[in-house]
C-alpha cells in the first residue's frame, strides 16, 4: 500500500525545485518511483471525480510531472477524461519526437497543479505531438496525441526541464498569438 497524496505534497511555483532539470531515469526503476507513479495516477484520477474530490480536498489536474513531488526524475503521468472513463499514461525519459505546424491554446487559460491562482495569457502549444519514451518496464513506446492530451504531454514536458507553462506568455503581450493559434 501506499500513502495518498494530499494537494499539499505538491510543490508550490514558489518552490525553486519546480525550476530543476530533471534527470534520465535507468532501469530497473526503483520501487520508490512506481510507488510515486500510482499515486499520482490515484491522485490524478480521484481529482477529476467530484465526489472524490471534495472528500479529500483535491484539486483537480490531469497531469504530473515527478518533480511537482519534489522528485527530479524524467517522469510524468496523466489522467485524461474521456467519454467512458480515464485514459492512463505513465511515461519515462519522454521526448517530443514530432509535432505538427499547427498550433492551439486553451482559451480559458492553461492551469497546473503548483500554480494555485488564475493566469491570463497564451499558452501556444503545438495541435498534435508524437511522444516517444519508456513504460515502467523500460520498454520504448510511442504515443501521438493531439489537441487537450497534447498539451498535456508539453505542459509535462516542460516541468521535467524545469518551465512553467506562464514562462511562454509573452509578459508584455499576454494575448499575443490569438488570431493566429487556434483556441481549444
Ligand atoms: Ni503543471
Do not use: W
Amino acid at each position: 500500500m501506499t500513502d495518498m497524496l494530499k494537494t499539499k505534497d505538491i510543490l508550490d511555483e514558489k518552490d525553486k525545485r519546480l525550476r530543476l532539470v530533471s534527470k534520465e531515469v535507468t532501469f530497473p526503476m526503483e520501487k520508490e518511483d512506481i510507488d510515486h507513479i500510482n499515486e499520482m495516477i490515484e491522485y490524478l484520477t480521484n481529482s477529476q471525480i467530484e465526489e472524490e474530490a471534495e472528500k479529500y480536498d483535491l484539486r483537480p489536474g490531469m497531469g504530473m510531472a515527478a518533480i511537482q513531488l519534489g522528485i527530479p526524475k524524467r517522469y510524468l503521468t496523466i489522467v485524461h477524461e474521456v467519454e467512458d472513463g480515464f485514459d492512463t499514461y505513465v511515461i519515462v525519459n519522454p521526448k517530443i519526437i514530432s509535432n505538427s505546424v499547427e498550433k492551439i491554446y486553451v482559451e480559458e487559460g492553461e492551469g497546473c497543479l503548483s500554480v494555485n491562482r488564475e493566469v491570463d495569457g497564451i499558452v501556444p502549444r503545438f495541435a498534435r505531438v508524437t511522444v516517444e519514451g519508456y513504460d515502467t518496464d523500460g520498454n520504448q513506446i510511442r504515443i501521438r496525441a493531439r489537441e487537450e492530451l497534447a498539451i498535456a504531454f508539453q505542459h509535462e514536458i516542460d516541468h521535467l526541464n524545469g518551465v512553467m507553462f506562464y514562462d511562454h506568455i509573452d509578459p508584455k503581450d499576454p494575448f499575443k498569438g490569438q488570431n493566429e493559434y487556434r483556441a481549444i
